[in-house]
């Protein structure tokens, strides 16, 4: 397809299928953003006006045609296929609404996405999708649920711990599921992303000091003072992507370490080497689902220590990015 040129999608044949929905949105509406991302700046449509679906503003332009009229000079696209997968019945879409979820994994999934959030999350966000549930709303819910875990966790009984724990095993699933209904309805946005990650921060490290001061004694001043530093680290990514033009983008973040001209891919790669086991160990998935993990089977020290090394290493690689990058002069 040439970039701004014009695709033509039938749907004489098929009325039927235009309308068919897939997590919360029209196969016409998905097949023709799909022509816009491929480089398309116009597309004509030829169906039965009264059975096309209402389409939302659209990254081009869209002209519909009757049934009798003579196809355009253009590119044909077909008008029934969703993530690779061609809708002919009930059956097929089914089919291409799971590969379409399973588009939602990235390369650059840390281990307790790949291996147990994403599982519980797309279930939920093809829900959502279908309920009409904005990716805003479920933050919002997911907000109150860390701030319900941190406020929990600070009475130190066990049943507090266990279900503090809990909570956040539902903070980090609904976690995953705000941007998968964002990606699948194409409704991510810059304020969406950014609410999304300076909450995850503020939940992270205000339930690492109260989880502290539940378990008091010692442990309480040590997960204050690392509470602390982690905050430290956090707010020197989202100052940093923000004096580049991209507030709330921290994957967009790059440590003294990374190479120019990494993709997330590679920055993030989770195979079993010994780096990158340690650098997936300290991605928000696998601390969050640890937490989770040792506050309901009643160990929560096991999870503050751990959660104490996590801030600890952040701080140690902040301060010297820091100092790597204005000798630098970056």
């Known amino acids: 397809m040439t970039a701004g040129g014009t695709v033509f999608v039938d749907y004489a044949s098929r009325p039927d299928i235009a309308s068919m929905t897939i997590c919360g949105v029209s196969v016409a509406e998905r097949v023709l953003r799909k022509a816009a991302q491929d480089g398309a700046a116009r597309a004509v449509v030829r169906g039965e006006v009264a059975r096309l679906p209402a389409l939302p503003a659209l990254p081009l332009a869209v002209e519909v045609i009757d049934l009798a009229a003579a196809p355009p000079a253009a590119t044909e696209v077909p008008g029934n296929v969703v993530a690779q997968v061609p809708i002919l019945d009930e059956s097929s879409r089914r089919a291409a609404a799971r590969a379409l979820l399973q588009s939602c994994r990235r390369s650059y999934d840390g281990l307790g996405d790949r291996y147990v959030i994403r599982g519980i999350s797309l279930r939920l966000s093809a829900l959502w999708c279908r309920l009409g549930v904005t990716p805003n709303q479920i933050t ?15 009475l130190g009984t066990y049943p507090a711990f266990a279900a503090a724990g809990a909570l956040m095993f539902v903070q980090v699933i609904l976690d995953s599921c705000d941007g998968e209904v964002a990606r699948l309805r194409f409704l991510s946005s810059k304020f969406g992303m950014w609410l999304d990650n300076v909450s995850d921060d503020v939940i992270d490290n205000l339930f690492l000091a109260m989880l502290a001061v539940g378990i008091g004694g010692i442990w309480m001043p040590i997960g204050l003072v690392a509470a602390g530093l982690r905050s430290y680290c956090a707010l020197m990514i989202h100052l940093d992507v923000a004096r580049r033009g991209r507030p709330g983008d921290i994957m967009s973040f790059k440590w003294f370490f990374d190479t120019e001209g990494e993709d997330l891919a590679e920055r993030f790669e989770t195979s079993l080497s010994a780096r990158q086991l340690l650098r997936s160990s300290g991605r928000r998935d696998f601390y969050i ?3 989770s993990a040792t506050c309901l089977a009643g160990v929560p020290v096991v999870g503050l220590v751990f959660g104490v090394g996590v801030s600890v290493g952040y701080f140690g690689l902040a301060v010297a990015h820091v100092i790597v990058t204005r000798r630098g002069g970056r």
């Open 140 to 154: 919002m819910v997911n907000i109150l649920v860390g701030l319900a875990a941190c406020a929990v966790v600070a």
């Open 289 to 291: 689902l640890l937490w």
